[in-house]
């Protein structure tokens, strides 16, 4: 059920976006915040291809995010406090998997075409998310990429054995069919290519997406211009380009995020032996925990607390990488302990070939000069809450205004550009609230009949290619089955169903507490007299231990309707400001 479809049966309200963040904490964490509860409930009921479009509103790479999401949304599943938490992304994958092998075709919703044009650059996750906002809105769109293949370090940094290319641009289809329009191999900075011509011929704002492609260096002694020393997103882009041959014969990766990871794995299908140099310990890497797992699977071999100090040189290339031993002092600002050298512990590690996989930032040289546009010391471009930079008509979000981050991230970015440009169009104030947000409450035959199996489901766990096929880059996680994803789907806790009571009409009969298998509902005493009352927590809920409620809606089954149970649907891409009519609600 869309959202639109939603606001007219149900009553709109706004609530305090803490009560979300604690109610419904997936969709909170979720930086597109896509209604995660919604489109699992429809996988549980085999209604995919509803599923697959409520992922749509919030989110036009549900495909490449079914694949490589980081899934923040998992750290914060309710399911994850005494179990674990809900496979949601492989669900995700699931769904789009479906609609692509079965080609099922979206309809393109009619759009009534507007005169304004908008430019955007770049062709990655937030410049073709804002381009896919702008033209649903309808507005001309062009997106302009430099490279000779759409999608940005999607196509060129992540290996295709994690994301298929033709993933990738399943997802570009849906947003090409809405009438953007995407120009291949256009460089900007040039002098008949520049932002300010861009606003000359007519294009009525500029929204810069290029992302952080430039890789940081690890500033020791014999890096710069030895062979055999790479960055690795120059070396992720050369496989994806097809070029396979092995870098050297020995291979170490400095760094510890998922590019170290990712360029790892790459090397290792290419390259017998190659190591990661890690300085703090594996607790501390940011990469996905389950892709260091894959990483050890396949053979790559770890050097943990230990930083590289020198490369070692013969003839112009790398012979050896001098490295010094670390210990864990002090956290730093990251809040991990922060490494330090140990005196006197120097070795070195004999290796031909040095991937560099520090950190990225952004490549401002096609701004050019006077461009009006401010950068920060960090290298990224200064922008205000509507992602609006210091020149007139100019927006610039994703990697370029907050440094190296994920997909995810750079869709939200996206969004927050296609609605601040909007707003700029329209000769509006950019405003979003930082304390509330709109839902809408429905309840009636829309919520689906309660299970009756309340039973602990294990996790369900991806299928993998074994070790040994994993020479290729063909695809090693394989997906759900349709029955896996029923199954996983079932053991979500529905944490967007609101149970709500109504005081003054319970009769205090105790069925509620008596029916509910899980123990979540009690009668308590009350403080004055010796009367029995429901206990009533502070968000106005009768249920005491919040943390198990599984939704099932036993005690929605009130003798005299004290309790009902309503669905709260999260509109996250509406502005608190805009609707006069609507009621405000207290959070409970």
Avoid at 188 to 208: C, H, M, Q, R
Avoid at 538 to 562: L, M, S
Wanted: charged share 30%; net charge negative; hydrophobic share 35%.
């Amino acid at each position: 059920m869309s959202q639109s479809a939603v606001s007219e049966r149900g009553n709109r309200v706004s609530l305090e976006l803490d009560w979300l963040e604690k109610n419904i904490r997936c969709q909170h964490r979720c930086p597109a915040h896509m209604d995660i509860p919604g489109y699992i409930r429809l996988i549980s009921q085999g209604r995919y291809l509803e599923s697959y479009k409520l992922m749509l509103e919030t989110n036009p790479f549900p495909t490449v995010c079914g694949y490589v999401c980081p899934r923040p949304c998992e750290s914060k599943c309710k399911r994850g406090d005494f179990d674990k938490p809900v496979s949601i992304d492989n669900l995700k994958r699931f769904v789009t998997d479906y609609i692509y092998k079965n080609k099922v075709k979206i309809p393109v919703p009619e759009i009534k075409r507007r005169d304004e044009k908008v430019a955007i650059i770049g062709a990655g996750p937030a410049g073709l998310t804002a381009a896919n906002d702008l033209a649903g809105m309808g507005y001309q769109v062009t997106v302009f990429e430099k490279e000779s293949r759409v999608g940005g370090m999607m196509m060129w940094a992540i290996p295709s054995y994690r994301l298929p290319r033709e993933q990738i641009m399943f997802d570009v289809s849906n947003i090409e069919a809405r009438g953007v329009e995407i120009k291949l191999n256009t460089h900007f900075g040039s002098p008949d290519k520049t932002i300010s011509g861009l606003l000359e011929e007519g294009y009525k704002a500029v929204f810069l997406a290029v992302g952080a492609q430039k890789g940081r260096k690890l500033e020791v002694p014999g890096e710069e211009g030895t062979g055999g020393v790479m960055d690795c997103l120059d070396f992720l882009k050369n496989v994806s380009a097809g070029d396979l041959k092995s870098p050297g014969k020995t291979v170490a990766v400095i760094g510890g995020g998922n590019s170290a990871v990712d360029a790892a794995r790459t090397a290792k299908r290419i390259t017998p032996d190659v190591y990661i140099v890690y300085r703090r310990t594996r607790n501390e890497m940011p990469a996905l925990k389950h892709e260091i797992e894959e990483a050890e699977l396949e053979g790559v071999k770890f050097h943990y607390l230990v930083a590289p100090v020198k490369v070692i040189t013969e003839n112009g290339k790398a012979k050896g990488l001098e490295c010094v031993k670390m210990k864990l002092g002090e956290p730093d600002s990251s809040g991990r302990r922060r490494p330090e050298p140990i005196s006197g512990s120097e070795f070195i590690i004999d290796t031909d070939c040095i991937i560099t996989a520090l950190s990225q930032e952004a490549d401002l040289e096609f701004l050019g000069d006077g461009s009006g546009i401010e950068a920060t010391k960090w290298g990224t471009l200064v922008v205000d809450d509507g992602l609006q930079t210091g020149k007139k008509g100019v927006f610039a979000g994703g990697d370029v205004a907050l440094g190296p981050s994920t997909i995810i991230e750079c869709i939200a970015q996206g969004h927050r550009a296609s609605k601040s440009i909007d707003c700029y169009l329209r000769g509006e104030d950019f405003k979003e609230s930082k304390d509330k947000t709109w839902v809408t409450l429905i309840e009636g035959d829309y919520i689906q009949e309660r299970e009756s199996n309340y039973d602990s489901t294990p996790r369900e766990e991806m299928v993998t290619i074994p070790k040994s096929q994993r020479g290729s880059f063909d695809l090693v996680e394989l997906g759900f089955t349709e029955s896996q994803a029923r199954i996983e789907a079932e053991r979500c806790l529905k944490c967007d169903l609101s149970i709500q009571v109504v005081a003054e009409d319970c009769i205090l009969c105790g069925r509620c507490s008596s029916v509910c298998p899980v123990d979540a509902l009690e009668q308590v005493d009350a403080d004055t007299g010796g009367d029995y009352k429901p206990h009533v927590s502070k968000d106005g809920v009768v249920i005491r231990h919040t943390d198990v409620c599984i939704r099932c809606g036993n005690c929605k089954d009130c003798p005299v309707d004290a309790i009902n149970m309503k669905r709260v649907f999260w509109e996250p891409n509406e502005e608190i400001n805009k609707s006069p009519k609507a009621q405000v609600a207290s959070s409970d």
